[in-house]
């Protein structure tokens, strides 16, 4: 049994100690948010928030995360709030978007130690690999992310995520079956 602390909630994993974290989280947790990419701490896609700093979850252990605090996306912000994720989305930096969550991982521990970060820290912490092409994009929106933490920008408010199926027929009314 391995005890710690996923988004402020204290959890025991009765799995193999020897688990990749990754798997704990998606697969016991259901925090799918966090993805599976290479597995072998390659593309950054699994990244969360250890005790502050960016991580790699597919390349640490349960054993090795015992009484750690650990932050996925689903954690960092209900609402999208997050400085990160406000200058990603109104950069329109995502593409496929399966890198992001990651992507937004590491920017927050980046931003949380330096809300003004040269180009060259911003490229040495996020180290994500993305084939959609977006880092020219990832790199102004992070610019952004600064300038918004540091309260020198403000962006529009975000429209709240709607992920309930319930909601479907609201966001895509075209794909309602139609009504004879
Ligand atoms: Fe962990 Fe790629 S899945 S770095």
Known sequence: ??????????????????????????????????????????CGACTVDIDGRAVRSCRVTLAQVEGTFVTTIEGLSRDRGHAAQQAIIAANVSQCGFCIPGIVMAAQALLRADRDPSDDDIRAA???????????????????????????ETVDPLPPPDIDPAGASQIAPSLAPPEN
């Open 1 to 42: 049994m391995t005890a710690l602390t996923v988004n402020n909630q204290p959890v025991r994993y009765a799995m193999d100690p020897a688990t990749p974290l990754l798997f704990a989280l998606r697969d016991a947790s259901n925090l799918t948010g966090t993805k599976f990419g290479c597995g072998t701490g390659e």
């Open 126 to 152: 996020i180290t994500s690999l993305c084939r959609c092409g977006i880092q020219p994009r990832l790199l102004e929106a992070i610019r952004m992310a600064g300038r918004i933490a540091r309260g020198d």
